[in-house]
């Protein structure tokens, strides 16, 4: 499947958001103008539609989602992540822009869709100290750049999982002592006691569960194994500074008990990689244009102008945590 419809696009995106309903109208433009820039000129036509189908709530204190529409919500958000993240993978190889793009923003070639610049990746290789002995997980490897690299680096194991089956079929094949497999985090099917180490980058906001993705994660992890993730917190105009803080946050808050977490603030690397992403698309934005990926670039411009615009107002912290399965 390659295409998802403007229903799905905006069914997934508002069940991403249904925890902070009911939102006013302009909120939700202003957040879908960030996040949803293919349905910049219908996203009200789409909504307005969904409201007149009952599928989508609208009152006096905003528009919600309904109970009776959260199955087909939730459904909708795997379907746009898997062939959202899918299909960018797919239209990028062989792009030359996109090449200059991650050169410019990770400082190395190989395709990446986290928030890490060359530091922090090495502070992220160091916490996760793995050997040749070892065997790993990837949660959302995406089309395995780090969980290639963390096993060229270290001649560990490497399992990589994704929801977007493109990405994982493009990962199959790279180096390394790797295998890589489709598998929702809300629904993970791990060996017991398996891994020595799981790496999720950038990978934590996605699960509808974390609690419960999370009990998964260090089932699968041997006794004094670790999980190493970056996680960022984010905060709105109505939200506080509390959720700033890991222990705050959704992470945090959903780690299991008896787990002992450590973490660092890299809030300024954080900020510096939005920079970063910034400063490559003001440059490469003809390029982009002239291999017709204009719509791609406008995905980026548009989520990295908002994200650089949080740090700058001081809601948001980022954040390399390790946390240890007890021995
Ligand atoms: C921000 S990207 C990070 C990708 C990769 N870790 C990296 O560093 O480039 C998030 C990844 O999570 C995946 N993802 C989102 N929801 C998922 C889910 N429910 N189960 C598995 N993977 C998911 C996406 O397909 C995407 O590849």
Not at 196 to 211: E, G, H, K, Q, S
Request: charged letters at 25%; a negative charge; aromatic letters at 8%.
């Amino acid at each position: 499947m390659n295409e998802t419809s403007p229903e799905t696009q905006v069914l997934g995106f508002l069940w991403r958001r249904r925890r902070r309903m009911p939102m006013p109208l302009e909120a939700l433009v202003t957040n879908a103008r960030a996040m949803l820039s293919d349905r910049d000129g219908d996203f009200v036509e789409v909504l307005e539609s969904l409201r007149d189908e009952g599928v989508v709530l609208e009152t006096g204190e905003g528009w919600s989602l309904p109970r009776s529409a959260h199955d087909r919500a939730r459904a909708a958000m795997r379907e746009a992540v898997s062939v959202g993240y899918s299909r960018g993978a797919a239209r990028l190889v062989g792009s030359d822009a996109h090449r200059r793009y991650v050169r410019a923003v990770y400082g190395w070639d190989v395709p990446s869709l986290n928030m890490m610049g060359p530091t922090q990746r090495q502070m992220l290789k160091a916490r996760c100290a793995l050997r040749p002995a070892h065997r790993f997980l990837d949660l959302g490897c995406n089309t395995g750049g780090i969980t290639s690299w963390l096993a060229v680096e270290s001649g560990a194991v490497g399992v990589g999982v994704d929801l977007a089956a493109s990405a994982i079929e493009m990962a199959r094949g790279l180096p390394g002592r790797l295998s890589f497999d489709v598998q929702d985090m809300d629904e993970l099917e791990l060996p017991a006691e398996a891994f020595d180490v799981v790496v999720a980058v950038d990978t934590l906001y996605f699960p509808d569960n974390l609690a419960a993705t999370l009990l998964a994660v260090f089932a699968s992890l041997k006794p004094g194994g670790r999980l190493v993730a970056s996680y960022s917190c984010y905060r709105n105009d109505r939200g506080s500074d509390d959720e700033l803080t890991l222990s705050g946050s959704g992470f945090g808050r959903a780690l299991p008990d008896g787990v002992q977490a450590e973490w660092e603030e890299v809030t300024e690397l954080g900020r510096e990689a939005w920079g970063r992403k910034l400063a490559a698309l003001a440059e490469l934005k003809a390029a982009f244009a002239a291999e017709g990926l204009h719509d791609l670039w406008l995905s980026r411009q548009r989520e990295s102008e908002t994200l650089a615009g949080v740090y700058d107002r001081g809601w948001a912290r980022r954040y390399l945590v390790t946390a240890v399965k007890p021995g």
